[in-house]
């Protein structure tokens, strides 16, 4: 397998506005950012995907963008971004900007112009239709709640959003829609950052004709087979990389809902013809349901396994993995498939971490991750911000299919603003995110969990991950083994074999809070067994082992 730089790294995904504020305005911002490099440099991550810092009017904060030339006021100028990159590549940390290009927001110049003439050279950067007998073009729902259908006065006619009305769908049917992003781009490479991690970027390409959707029980057609993995995504890929990645050394990630092993194989091919890696959703969508993710479902062991293995060995030589347990869009991985209770916090937060990072693929830590920060004990719909759970709220109480109780259980479990709390600095006042008051309420249990007190201790979190950014650097078979994934049947252990030129690293990772017998396999009970790392500060492991609660372990031999 071809050895390259973004396959050995671990990068770090920071939620600009809720990092680190450092004018007291209560909304993260550059300075911020950069402020905590040193933070980042400790930990060991070697990449930092950024979540948007364009201007935006921040109607989903940031993924909305209003000119991809400047930054949100509110995170700072031009300049405190240079200087963010200058002193981030001084300490050996590269930058991956978040590439927002299926949509823009409506008040980007582009949809200003195009919504004012039929004859503007902009009319056709979106994607505009006449309504069907006095209603919207087609069925199609928007992710955010109600018609993907905006009807534009001006215009006379409506546009496609996807996401919210303020987030028109670009039209990448129009080769000057790709040339514009394509010049944007190399603007930022340009400017020396590192590499793009692409918004929805299997949705760029729609079937023609926009056929209807079959219907959900929002009364709204599902667009999802018309615009996936669409007709051309490939081929506007393939030009974006002739055009602009080709020419640059960069780590890309395509954000892929709805990919299939067989379509990563395309977009991220070994051949290097695409992107570098993509997330992939399948392990996150095991616990959804009828009402799209709405629910308090939990994850089986056997179908993570199965869904994260089939990932694993599927893709070997083929194309390359990113792995992912949060991110912006997820509630609190802890909280989900860990334990988030007094007793188990840190040994399930460090299991979860042994059984990502010792796959093969590139890891991805989100913000807080590494400290254990848990979802947010909503008890209002006044605390959400999020656009995504207030819109899913409303629409599904109002049409009857939730009741309001089970939609604000939902919403608290699986809203996306658990991610998105502010990060939990130390156990002053605010978590010391911020001088002023938060643009979202703290998590109250800062005063527990926070990187003050992670830096403190031996033992903490922080320092489990720092551990195991290390042992990736130190030991090739945790990047490139081959992976085998042992008892598929277990709906308690997760084991899986790594193997690498005649060694090999056993994973045993213990889901439950049972305490359960296991028998190491005999090759590494032997003399010559090593153990790497282990949540409960073990030092050696015999054959006949008990594994307590969320115990993990990696032995190599
Ligand atoms: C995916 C992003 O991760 C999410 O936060 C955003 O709301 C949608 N794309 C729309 O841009």
Redesign the pocket.
């Given at each position: 397998m071809e050895k390259v730089w973004w396959k050995e790294s671990v990068v770090y995904q920071i939620y600009p506005r809720s990092f680190y504020d450092s004018d007291g305005d209560g909304i993260g911002d550059l300075k911020g950012i950069t402020e905590k490099l040193p933070y980042l440099k400790e930990l060991g991550i070697d990449v930092i995907w950024l979540?948007p810092v364009y201007q935006s009017p921040n109607d989903?904060?940031g993924?909305?963008i209003s000119d991809y030339r400047a930054i949100m006021k509110e995170f700072g100028t031009m300049e405190d971004f240079d200087r963010m990159l200058e002193k981030a590549h001084e300490l050996g940390i590269k930058i991956m900007m978040?590439l927002?290009a299926?949509?823009t927001s409506d008040e980007h110049e582009w949809f200003l112009e195009s919504r004012k003439s039929a004859d503007s050279p902009y009319r056709d950067f979106y994607i505009w239709r006449e309504g069907k007998e006095g209603k919207e073009p087609n069925n199609w729902g928007s992710?955010?709640g109600g018609s993907a259908w905006k009807y534009d006065e001006s215009a006379g006619m409506y546009y496609l959003h996807?996401?919210s009305e303020k987030?028109p769908d670009l039209n990448w049917e129009n080769p000057q829609v790709r040339r514009e992003v394509f010049d944007m781009m190399t603007w930022w490479c340009e400017k020396g950052i590192d590499g793009f991690r692409m918004?929805?970027i299997s949705l760029i390409s729609k079937t023609p004709g926009l056929p209807d959707g079959i219907k959900g029980k929002n009364g709204y057609g599902d667009y999802g087979p018309h615009v996936v993995n669409g007709p051309h995504v490939h081929e506007y890929l393939q030009e974006m990389n002739r055009e602009v990645l080709s020419k640059y050394d960069l780590i890309t990630v395509g954000?892929c809902?709805g990919v299939t092993v067989e379509e990563a194989k395309k977009y991220a091919a070994a051949s290097g013809r695409e992107l570098s890696m993509v997330f992939q959703f399948e392990h996150m969508d095991l616990d959804g349901g009828e009402s799209f993710k709405w629910n308090h479902k939990k994850i089986r062991l056997s179908d993570l396994k199965k869904v994260l293995s089939k990932w694993q060995t599927e893709l070997e030589g083929k194309a390359w993995n990113s792995l992912y347990w949060c991110?912006?869009?997820q509630p609190r991985m802890l909280s989900r498939l860990g334990n988030d209770g007094d007793m188990y916090r840190e040994v399930s937060a460090k299991m979860l971490a042994t059984c990502l990072h010792m796959m093969q693929g590139t890891p991805y830590i989100y913000q807080g991750e590494e400290l254990g920060m848990t979802n947010y004990p909503f008890t209002s719909l006044e605390e959400f911000r999020d656009?995504?759970s207030i819109n899913a709220y409303h629409e599904l109480t109002e049409k009857g299919v939730l009741s309001p109780e089970e939609m604000f259980d939902y919403i608290s479990y699986k809203g996306?603003d658990n991610a998105r709390t502010p990060m939990q600095w130390d156990d002053s006042d605010q978590a010391g995110f911020t001088t002023g008051t938060p643009w979202i309420a703290v998590n109250p249990n800062y005063v527990k969990i926070n990187a003050k007190e992670q830096l403190s201790r031996k033992d903490s979190v922080f320092h489990y991950y720092q551990k195991l950014i290390s042992l990736r650097k130190e030991y090739p078979i945790i990047v490139y083994g081959t992976y085998e994934l042992l008892m598929p049947e277990s709906e308690e252990l997760f084991v899986y074999v790594r193997r690498l030129e005649g060694r090999e690293l056993l994973v045993v990772c213990n889901f439950t809070e049972k305490e359960i017998t296991y028998r190491l396999p005999e090759a590494f009970s032997g003399e010559k067994a090593k153990l790497l790392i282990s949540n409960y500060g073990r030092e050696s492991v015999g054959k006949e082992k008990m594994l307590a609660a969320y115990e993990s372990l990696a032995v190599l031999i």
């Open positions: 979540s989903d904060n993924y909305d978040d927002v299926n949509h992710c955010f996807l996401f987030q918004d929805v954000e809902s991110n912006h869009d656009i995504e996306r």
